[in-house]
């Protein structure tokens, strides 16, 4: 189990080493800028400045839509705010943005909640110490970690059994469920649509329309997916997973014995 999941010989070790991974030190020389992101796995995060000054600026998480806005007419999403360009600022994508500025200085620490927009520049050269952390408000985030990580051992011990059956070596796994027309179709009128996971316990985001695609990733039961394009039953992820490009994810689970997996949703 412990090799399946790679949790290494000893649990307590792995999540030691998982632990200390959470806190980082940054050193920057002046200028030195982090561009704005909201930090992964939908953790809070403190900054503590040992050494110089630094700015921080930072975005409430609904601010998200003029921080990173989408193209129009669909096709991805414009370039990020760089708030400390007023002509950015001013443009009618980023108009109106609620921006919140401070600098630090040593001995100081800025507390950054589960979702918040920050950007930083270095005023001086800087060392800064940094820790990711989770609560009760965010502890779902925690579980969606390990539990991707067993959906990616599941889905190699899948691809194993399906290379054994394919040889002769083992008995026959579940049908594949695979895009059989090269035919997109937009969702909508050039809007993305919210789908919301109904599948228990998760479904899987693909690489390609096919169940032998790479996995690039989970969404577990209850969240949302905004799909702009489907193809035979799959649909095209709106935003990029981790590592860059599109994901599919397939709607119904019939061809497969399942049922059905994802459906649409206003919220």
């Not at 980023?94 to 520049?121: K, N």
């Not at 599919?248 to 949703?265: A, F, N, Q, Y």
């Amino acid at each position: 189990m412990h090799k399946r999941f790679r949790l290494g010989g000893d649990s307590l070790e792995y999540a030691t080493g998982k632990v200390r991974q959470l806190c980082k030190v940054f050193i920057g020389c002046r200028g030195a800028i982090t561009r704005m992101h909201t930090d992964n796995h939908r953790a809070h995060a403190w900054l503590s400045q040992l050494h110089g000054h630094k700015l921080y600026v930072a975005a409430p998480p609904g601010e998200g839509r003029r921080i990173h806005p989408r193209r129009p007419g669909g096709g991805g999403r414009l370039p990020r705010l760089d708030p400390l360009d007023a002509s950015q600022r001013a443009a009618p994508q980023h108009a109106g943005v609620e921006l919140w500025a401070t600098v630090l200085s040593p001995g100081e620490t800025i507390v950054l909640p589960e979702g918040w927009w920050h950007y930083a520049a270095s005023l001086s050269p800087t060392v800064t110490l940094m820790c990711n952390f989770w609560d009760q408000s965010n502890v779902r985030a925690v579980e969606d970690i390990f539990t991707e990580q067993a959906a990616r051992a599941l889905d190699e011990q899948r691809r194993e059994a399906a290379a054994k059956a394919a040889s002769g070596a083992g008995p026959p796994v579940a049908a594949v469920s695979a895009a059989t027309s090269s035919a997109e179709r937009p969702i909508g009128a050039g809007e993305p649509r919210l789908y919301r996971v109904v599948h228990a316990p998760f479904v899987y985001l693909r690489a390609a329309p096919s169940t032998e695609a790479p996995m690039l990733g989970i969404a577990r039961k209850g969240a949302t997916v905004e799909a702009d394009a489907m193809r035979d039953g799959w649909l095209r992820l709106a935003e990029p997973c981790k590592g860059g490009g599109c994901g599919w994810v397939l709607e119904h689970g019939g061809r497969m014995g399942l049922g059905k997996l994802l459906e649409p949703t206003q919220e």
